[in-house]
């Protein structure tokens, strides 16, 4: 959808992160609520709240009044440092202040590792906006936590994702891959900057978005925190949801990059998002943000391999280990991403098609009828899409299939990779957890009957065949 003027505001997930650092032992109830909360937020909105401490809710809150401030009190002039988000081969090197006009926005990037220089800025010293080191700091450590979760959610091993982080503390001459950025959209004064109007009337107000109106970050994850509304990201459905619209003062706002979903085969979707520039009429400072990246190191390989190590399935496009400075400068499209979409309205389609034509076949004896097989096929097709899908929607499940013969060894375990997805969706007992159209003839049958009780045995006789 490109319609972003309804203000959808949606019920994120809202979870503390004290509750969601991992602990020896056992895992409580507690953090299996948290990290379940976690997972269906990002499943559907692709982003979830998370409330900080107040200490460290006060260090954010004091950034951006200091990030507000080094915007306001500096001018702009087209001679100074213009970088485009399209310059991927300096995507590790960003540090100090530049301006990109055609997103109508201005940077101050911290990255640990590359001192920090006072310049001169129209005759007077410049210092950067203050407190940097100590929300890097902090803001790390929360991603760290939220991919630990992430790891206890797909059953991977504890610290999984450390293998392709920087080294905590960095090392001497380490250069940090993550990044620590204080940003600001449509400052009155930043001259020169472009932009274009998307015309959604909302309450007679005109929004409007920067050039590049979709965008995916490359990291493993993003926190925000801004100190006006405006970030918006497209939920499971492709509606704009506006994520920051009910941010309370200890709240901040996470989201999963492309890195995340290299690294997970796909089983965590990126953030599709986009930035409101406009609506700030009055307001002398803009929109200022604090944006933490979280980005795997320059020397790591992404790999889905821990996926397929604990028993997730492993689509061939997640098989082969990419080099992280060659992923970081690919172009990554959402048609690219996302080819699934297209594909399964048009799948939807033909559906619907075989539907209506199975329901005409019924009432005229003079057509030929599908052979047992192919309409056991559609059925199932038909149920996966209609029944099973909409349960796992509802509860935040992505549903990823494994490798027949795998299944066949998990169903006997008492403890295996997919247990609980069956378990959440009412999987039948004993039919392997694979695609309905993998299934033998048999299974078919079972997994009709279990989602859609109309399956008597008559109908079964209907389809009488023998196994192949």
Not at 334 to 358: G, Y
Not at 376 to 385: G, H, S, T, Y
Request: with cysteine.
């Amino acid at each position: 959808m490109d319609d972003a003027g309804g203000n959808i505001l949606v019920s994120l997930g809202r979870l503390r992160i004290g509750d969601l650092a991992a602990v020896e032992g056992i895992a409580s109830d507690s953090y299996k609520i948290c990290v379940s909360t976690l997972m269906q937020s990002l499943a559907q909105y692709s982003a979830a709240i998370i409330q900080l401490p107040p200490a460290d809710a006060a260090l954010l809150r004091s950034g951006l009044d200091s990030a507000r401030l080094f915007f306001h009190q500096r001018g702009y002039d087209s001679g100074e440092v213009v970088r485009s988000k399209d310059d991927s081969r300096e995507w590790c090197k960003t540090s100090g202040y530049y301006a990109d006009p055609q997103m109508w926005q201005e940077m101050y990037d911290y990255r640990p590792g590359i001192a920090v220089t006072v310049r001169e800025h129209n005759g007077a010293m410049e210092l950067p906006p203050s407190g940097l080191p100590d929300i890097f700091s902090v803001l790390g450590k929360v991603c760290r936590d939220i991919l630990d979760a992430i790891s206890f959610s797909l059953n991977l091993r504890t610290c999984v994702f450390t293998e392709i982080l920087d080294n905590v503390p960095l090392r001497s001459q380490e250069v940090s891959s993550s990044v620590l950025s204080a940003c600001c959209h449509s400052r009155p004064s930043f001259e020169g900057a472009q932009q274009h109007r998307v015309a959604s009337p909302d309450n007679g107000r005109l929004l409007m978005f920067s050039e590049q109106e979709q965008q995916i970050d490359k990291s493993l994850l993003t926190l925000v925190k801004s100190d006006r509304s405006g970030l918006y990201i497209k939920d499971l459905h492709g509606r704009w949801i506006l994520v920051d619209g009910d941010l309370g003062p200890h709240d901040i706002v996470v989201y999963p990059g492309l890195a995340l979903y290299q690294e997970t085969a796909g089983y965590v979707n990126p953030a599709v998002h986009k930035t409101e520039a406009g609506n700030l009429q009055g307001c002398r400072f803009g929109r200022c943000s604090l944006a933490f990246k979280l980005t795997p190191r320059s020397v790591a390989r992404l790999s889905g391999s821990e996926m397929g190590a604990a028993g997730h399935g492993d689509e061939t496009q997640f098989q082969v280990p990419i080099p992280v400075t060659d992923f970081m400068q690919t172009h990554h499209s959402t048609d690219q991403l996302f080819p699934k979409n297209d594909e399964s309205s048009s799948q939807a389609e033909q559906d619907a098609s075989s539907n209506s034509a199975m329901k005409k076949k019924k009432g005229s004896t003079r057509t030929k009828s599908l052979p047992p097989s192919k309409r056991l096929r559609l059925e199932a097709q038909r149920v996966l899409k209609e029944h099973v899908q909409d349960i796992a929607d509802g509860r935040g499940i992505k549903l990823k299939f494994c490798n027949l013969k795998e299944c066949e060894s998990h169903i006997q375990s008492l403890h295996s990779p997919c247990e609980d997805i069956r378990t959440e969706i009412g999987w039948p007992r004993g039919v392997p957890f694979v695609h309905p159209h993998d299934l033998p003839n048999k299974g078919k049958l079972r997994f009709l009957e279990a989602y859609e009780p109309g399956w008597t045995a008559s109908q079964q006789d209907e389809l009488s065949f023998t196994e192949p």
